[in-house]
């Protein structure tokens, strides 16, 4: 079976015809812009709605430090401003916090990157403030008008990094569920590599991308996976396609066109408004840290040497403990009362044991236990209701929705994931990391094979890339190349994003 292909015709009636074959939603979409008088897209909602969430951040932050750190006169300066003056000096500086926001870039990267999220605002955020604050104390120094109080300014830093993070979540929560917040997409190139993109776009709506259709002179046969697709015409009608479905991005997939055609093409569609992704060759080995350089112009991809430094290992092994062995102690009431849930709940152990594949051998996993005490016994009685078997999936793993032999208690766990903070004591054994590839049973590790088995040069995590981007709905093989680009890419920073990033999906999840 190829993509919906659609019969040659006027450009009035293939307007007619092509809207015939595309899903709902996309007719709605395109139904409510014609009817708008002004069509407003994400770029625009986001970047009004971050720059509320920043000026009340700040704002916010401004008043709490002179009511914590203003003293007995809450002036905050030698000279003795009244507050009303220092208000009003504050409140003429926010213009100033905004382009300095945009000079980071902080309003652009939701309409150029389909995945960027709060957590990856913070390194940004951190920079601007303290560029902003330090700039503040300059200048009152310099120009000898102030002499500001360092606990105040440091209390108004603290602050305005922890606001402007926070309340920038609730703002693009808000756009995500703004009509205006989606892109109409379209793939160029339906083989294999442009397909699988679309698989992803379509398991991860908080994207916000809305997929129209594949345009491709020769396609290849259809995923089953991927429902409404259809194909909407050749590269040479892209420009018109774009006209007639307001489409604001173009995803590049390896399409079959002759390089100097492809090249054509995308040098057109700059003058269409729309944003273009590029999906770069050996992909599967890029990550996205990856650095560009460039010799007399052409860039380059830089790949380090796919191996961590014990420097870097250390730096690991610190964070692991220095955040776990605070945390067990700070939650372990919540352990205690959780233990008792269980014992009350259902009869067994309180805690569930596996044994898994880790970087130095074999390890027994810890969790809570969330299935009745026989449910290896039965797994043979519910294993047709493994999700995994379904067409496009991968049989080498095994999950059940609503599985039938979790406990009343083990819902709620799982529901919050807390029946993985037992792992915590993992770390603390050396045996896991906070951050890492996924912990394998035996029967599951036994089909990572070759170049795979490098996923396990570092030690499994709690959370990882897998649970980030999709957990059990990623198939085993794309799992394992996520493990892989997670080990032979590591870097620090990438770790407190990938924790970061957990924290919403659990949210989200629950």
Known sequence: MTVTEVGVASPAQLAA??????????????????????????????????????????????????????????????????????????????????????LYGLYDRDEERTDYSTADDFGGVFHMITVGVWLL?????LTN????????????????????????????????????????TVIVGAGDVGQLIAKKYLQHPEYGINLVGFVDAEPRERRPDLGH????????ELPSLIRTFDVERVVIAFSNDRHDELLTLMRALKDHDVQIDVVPRLFELVGSGVQLHSVEGIPLLGLAPPRLPRSSGLLKRT????????????ISPL?????VAIKLDSRGPVFFRQVRMGARGTFRIWKFRTMVVDADARKDRVAHLNKHLAPGSDPRMFKIENDPRVTRVGRVLRRFSIDELPQLWNVVRGEMSLVGPRPL??????????????????????????????????????????????????SLGGDIGLLLRTIPIVVRRA
Request: proline share 4%; hydrophobic share 50%.
């Open 319 to 330: 964070m692991d403990l220095a955040m776990t062995i605070p945390g067990l102690i700070l």
């Open 229 to 236: 697709l259809t194909l909407l015409g050749s590269p040479d």
């Open 145 to 184: 008008l102030a002499d500001p109080q360092l606990d105040k300014l440091v209390g108004f830093w603290g602050l305005a990094i922890l606001l402007v993070c926070t309340l920038r979540a609730p703002a693009r929560a808000y756009c995500h569920r703004q009509v205006a917040y989606l892109q109409n």
């Open 335 to 339: 352990l205690a009362a959780i233990a």
């Open 137 to 141: 104390f300059a200048g009152a120094w």
């Open 441 to 490: 049973i035996l029967e599951e590790d036994a089909h990572v094979t070759d170049w795979a088995q490098r996923r396990l040069d570092l030690k499994p995590g709690i959370t990882g890339l897998w649970q980030v981007l999709g957990r059990d709905g990623i198939p085993f093989e794309e799992m394992v190349k996520l493990d892989y680009l997670y080990v032979t890419s590591w």
């Open 17 to 102: 015809e092509l809207e015939g074959t595309l899903d709902e939603r996309t007719r709605e979409i395109l139904e409510w812009r014609r009817r708008s008088p002004v069509v407003r897209r994400r770029g625009w909602l986001v970047r009004r709605a971050l720059a509320t969430a920043d000026v009340l951040g700040l704002a916010v932050a401004f008043v709490l430090a002179v009511w914590l750190f203003g003293g007995d006169s809450s002036m905050a300066i030698a000279d003795r401003i009244d507050p009303r003056t220092e208000t009003l000096l504050f409140l003429i500086t926010l213009p100033g916090w905004i382009v300095l926001a945009k």
